[in-house]
């Protein structure tokens, strides 16, 4: 590990454990910066909030679709 990795990283240690949480969430949400993926899942929720809306599509519960996914998925 480099010197300023290292220091950096014993700074980072000193923070609070609420500050390290709230720098590890920036950190991830760093790395996961794909706009075309985040673009593609907005147009799907967009998409199946009209349905809800128009009644076009039906609300499950969340322990029914849980129970769905794993029956289909199961391990």
Not at 17 to 44: G, K, M, Y
């Amino acid at each position: 590990m480099s010197t300023t990795l290292e220091t950096l990283q014993a700074e980072v240690l000193r923070l609070s454990p609420s500050d390290r949480a709230r720098l590890l969430d920036r950190l991830i949400a760093s790395l996961d910066v794909d706009t075309q993926a985040e673009d593609a899942w907005d147009a799907v929720a967009d998409q199946r909030e009209g349905e809800l809306e128009t009644g076009s599509a039906q609300a499950v519960p969340l322990d029914v679709a849980i129970a769905r996914l794993e029956a289909r998925f199961p391990g």
